[in-house]
């Protein structure tokens, strides 16, 4: 069973289109954080959030913490080529033990965005 | 300024061969991580040092797996005897403490 469920595992979509994409769990998480990893890279942090219900935005991508701190989306805003990637959240599990460095990933979203 | 690079960034083990992953953090960074990302999926936690001590090995999938970082800088993920199950992207990233985690291209291992 994925702890962090990422829907959807693909998207393809034209340049100039919006997009949102979601993580999903049904544990609750101190703090949540996206990447995007593309080809023969390592992932790349854009975000963490911490506060329930907080929102952060960074230029055209808006990302949101769920109330209740187990679920996170992304959106984006005029999908650009240079967005293609592997879209991951990761959290930091409430109760690992306060850890704080343990990252549970998501499986990912691929997204294309085509010219 | 350099980022964490790992080496080599490919290769190709026959099943049975024993194969050595080498990671160099970002200088002044205590801690360091190892992740194994098998295809289509995202990376899973191995292990964790602080230093030279490795204070969270659990997420080694066997004792086939060994990580070492004996000076507190370079590390380096030994894998022995390979399986083709092994076959996966291996990443290394390494952080200041318990903040961002900077991660390396990834080492990607075949076993044939």
């Known amino acids: 069973t994925q702890l962090l469920e990422q829907s959807p595992q693909f998207l393809s979509i034209q340049e100039g289109e919006n997009l949102t994409v979601y993580c999903n769990s049904s544990?609750?998480?101190?703090?949540l954080q996206w990447y995007r990893q593309e080809p023969g890279e390592g992932p790349v942090l854009l975000v963490t959030v911490v506060t329930g219900g907080e929102v952060k935005k960074l230029k055209r991508l808006t990302f949101q913490f769920g109330d209740a701190r187990k679920d996170s989306s992304l959106h984006i805003t005029a999908a650009q080529p240079g967005d293609t990637g592997l879209y991951l959240c990761?959290?930091?599990?409430?109760?690992?033990?306060?850890?704080?460095?343990?990252?549970?990933f998501g499986k990912g979203t691929l997204l294309t965005v085509n010219p | 300024g350099a980022g964490v690079s790992q080496s080599p960034r490919y290769k190709v083990a026959k099943r049975g061969q024993d194969v050595a992953l080498r990671c160099d953090p970002i200088?002044?960074?205590?801690?360091l991580f190892w992740y194994q990302q098998a295809l289509g999926q995202g990376p899973e936690f191995l292990t964790y040092?602080?230093?030279?001590?490795?204070?969270?090995k659990s997420g080694l999938p066997s004792d086939r797996f060994f990580a070492e970082r004996p000076e507190g800088s370079v590390s380096t993920l030994k894998i022995q005897r390979t399986q083709q199950e092994d076959s996966a992207v291996y990443l290394c990233a390494s952080s200041l403490g318990r903040d961002e985690q900077f991660f390396g291209p990834g080492t990607r291992l075949t076993v044939l």
């Open positions: 544990s609750v998480f101190s703090s």
């Open positions: 040092f602080q230093n030279e001590a490795q204070l969270d």
């Open positions: 200088s002044g960074h205590v801690s």
């Open positions: 990761a959290g930091d599990r409430e109760n690992s033990g306060g850890s704080n460095y343990k990252l549970t």
